[in-house]
């Protein structure tokens, strides 16, 4: 058989070795190096975050968002059911208490016409998803923030240089708007460290203590700017700071974000103008949010027409994937699930489905697959 | 001035970039991939550890292992005091109460003749913390734990390649001999990935849950070996797993360890031939530990001339540190202390300095750095 073409590969943008020479060059290849300080430069001078660290991953920037507002037992958090288990995992840790919100119809984000209900005196935040880097509708979420004073979280994992315009028509970067968000730079993202995330701090007051908990709980960060004499032990924490390897090669990445996007979008546009036309759910851009082709991906009729498909494009040479299960119905979660069917939810888990997308799809490729998919809608619709 | 003779400088051993390099060619830099694999072979294979997850971090690998043994508030952890602030934080993110122990006379590893004192029914664990590289007795700690039924958790951090020979006469491996243990691949460490852990799991009955919890709580692991036919949320759990180009770099370190352990020995011996007869306390290598050349260190007299060390070593380009704060003392901690004094803890906090050491430094540079700290000691004794 030919070889399949990978739903994933990672793309090397160009300099990312180079970087890596250097960065061990340099004498310090731990966390906060030369190429960490680069990129917390990029997020602040090119991104505009008032404060942005990386992490060792996403989960650990909703990890430190979850200690940073104070997670205790028992507190609430509300966020959509279809997402990575991450997303809840950060705040269970901490002894929260998870509230489900269902999807849409048009889209796998959550339906932030169901949330306000779920609120009670003991909700603390909101977590509002980004799938596939399609904004939520963050107006609507920051209002009931306002409303009932909780705080928002952005999981941002796949939303790197997309945006959202909200009501007053102003443009904003994903990532911005809630008092902390969440990137992650995994392997499948579109900007890759292969493990790697970033937090984002919006709301100054939590400023202090992200350098801490992410130093294991010291005022290193403090010391090494000659604010105190000696660092200790002040609070909690973890080794939320990747290694300067990982930071050197992102830093190649975040450099060549134009390179990237341009070759993401134009497959994703290509997707878009071939598969437009078949009678399947395909993604879905509202006014107020813009694409970063983070993600294309189909909702067919069920389940079974699933795993047909997938194994028909896999026969064929092309390796597709079906995405998240609903967290309320998991076997760690299911147990303490008293809320509404999520059937949306549940509808995404059964029937959606992921095309391959990174930069190096060539047109041949990106042909053959569309081709094989409307052979598979030709043939069995 | 010249170039000062830096603490620590990162050593590759030589085959780091070309194997990140292969690692991006697998299609795979995300955890768990081509070089995770080998260097997980490396401790099953080489090490004979029953099970070892590599880690981002060693504070992490503790954490797992927090989450083993099920640490819920109220539970008592029993460690020394000079030690990292992550090996107390990784219990108390999950609840625990920290008891601290002594140091030693002879060595800032804790005293195990005081630990059996501070075991209570609410006891869960002792975390032995092999300081230097050097063991703590295992035998006398392992007996305890089986007396009161206690889990033993390895901080290994600074003992890879290191030994422990026990009444038994049997020469074991550290890391191998408590219930679960961590190392550290931190830069400063003799194996390194910039930032960098391992996990070991000794007791079976934790090996199925450390995958699940290492996997941010899902079956993943046992999805890919086919055991189950989707993955979903089963535990808490964390991103625990590092980028596989963390990995690729440290497997080009593990294959040469017999190469970086020689270079590192042959200067540790030199400080020991050139220093031993000065007025100051010098690393101590009791009859059942071996020395792996982690650190060399000097007890001097107090603070104040430990002060007075550094500087005069710095003005004639070496760079010399301290340690760890006592954790009984820290801001964080000390008002949760009831417990003695902690005399020699407070003295190495005080008094302990740490030599250069590392694979790079010339022959040249160690004489010098000898010749500077004897002429300190003629100046000011």
Redesign the interface.
Known sequence: MEKMI?FN??F?AGK??EY??DS?VS?????D?LYTKKCHNFFSDVYLFKKALLT?????AL?MAAILIDIKPGDEVIMPSYT???T???F??RGAVIKFVDSKKEHPGMDESLIETLITPKTKAIVPVHYAGVACDMDAIMDLAKKYDLYVIEDAAQAIDSFYTGKDGLKRRLGSIGHLAAFSF???KNI?????GLLVVNDEKFIARSEIIRE???NRSSFFRGEVD?Y????????F??????AA?LFAQLENMKLIQDKRKAIWAFYWEQLKGLNAQIPFIPDYATNNAHMFYLVLEDVDVRYNFINYLKDRGVHSVFHY?S?HK????STNYSGENLVYSDKYTDALVRLPLHPSISLEERTLITQVIKDFFNTFS
Chains 1, 2 share one sequence.
């Open positions: 990978p590969k990672p090397l990312e070795l890596i020479q061990v004498g310090k290849i731990s966390g190096g060792t991953s996403c989960t650990d990890e990575f288990v991450s809840a995992n950060a269970v840790l995994h392997e499948t890759i460290s292969g493990e790697g294991k709980g010291t000696k200790g032990w002040v609070d909690i924490g973890s080794s700071l990747p290694s300067d390897i990982i090669f299960q967290l998991s076997a760690y979660y």
